[in-house]
Nanobody, 121 residues
Framework: QVHLMESGGGLVQAGGSLRLSCAAS????????MGWYRQAPGKQRETVAT???????DFADSVKGRFTISKDNAKNTLYLQMNSLKSDDTAVYYC???????????????WGQGTLVTVSS
């Protein structure tokens, strides 16, 4: 199995920045889609940003222009650079990946445990 581990969350003041990391370990394969999702207190989980292949990215309207998603294939790590943070960005952020695993010979979807980001006013 593939395991995803998020890191980089914490407490930050509004207007500040954080960079989240998602490291993959275990049976690594070529992921088709990777992304970041978040769940704010009392709300449903929502898509923040995704990256398909090596270049195609997509962002939620609420974070467009402020967040950047990228990945380092050599390090098997996905990143989310968050700038100009707002109180509304407070949430647990989850890393996600999918793709076809040659080890398991089937399509897989993997989620991380989540990392908490708290933005104070």
């Amino acid at each position: 199995q593939v395991h995803l581990m998020e890191s980089g969350g914490g407490l930050v003041q509004a207007g500040g920045s954080l960079r989240l990391s998602c490291a993959a370990s275990g049976r690594i394969f070529n992921f088709g889609v990777m992304g970041w999702y978040r769940q704010a207190p009392g709300k449903q989980r929502e898509t923040v940003a995704t990256i398909t292949g090596g270049y195609s990215t997509d962002f939620a309207d609420s974070v467009k222009g402020r967040f950047t998603i990228s990945k380092d294939n050599a390090k098997n790590t996905l990143y989310l650079q968050m700038n100009s943070l707002k109180s509304d960005d407070t949430a647990v952020y989850y890393c996600y990946a999918n793709g076809y695993s040659p080890f398991d010979d089937r399509y897989l979807e993997v989620w991380g445990q989540g990392t908490l980001v708290t933005v104070s006013s």
